[in-house]
């Protein structure tokens, strides 16, 4: 994957930092620089996204993406 082409479309989190992300059923995070750790409402995983790896969401509800360091990030939406 080129990551240049995504860097206008990406969100940069600090260190620290929460992005929600209402009904994110099917869409996927894939992560360009940082760690992210993902929840989501009603589920007791605990799935971590590192650096040039990626997640499909596959439930229903908000899912909560947290930066273990500064982190850029996509999220894409299902075709």
Do not use: C, Y
């Not at 082409?5 to 929460?18: E, N």
């Amino acid at each position: 994957m080129n990551t240049n082409d995504l860097r206008p479309a990406s969100i940069s989190l600090p260190k620290g930092a929460i992005h929600r992300l209402p009904k994110g059923r099917g869409q996927r995070i894939e992560s360009l620089r940082g760690s992210l750790w993902v929840t989501i409402d009603n589920d007791r995983r605990d799935i971590l996204v590192n650096p040039g790896k990626g997640f499909s969401i596959d439930r229903d509800g908000d899912t909560l993406i947290s930066a273990l360091d500064d982190a850029r990030f996509v999220v894409l939406n299902p075709v």
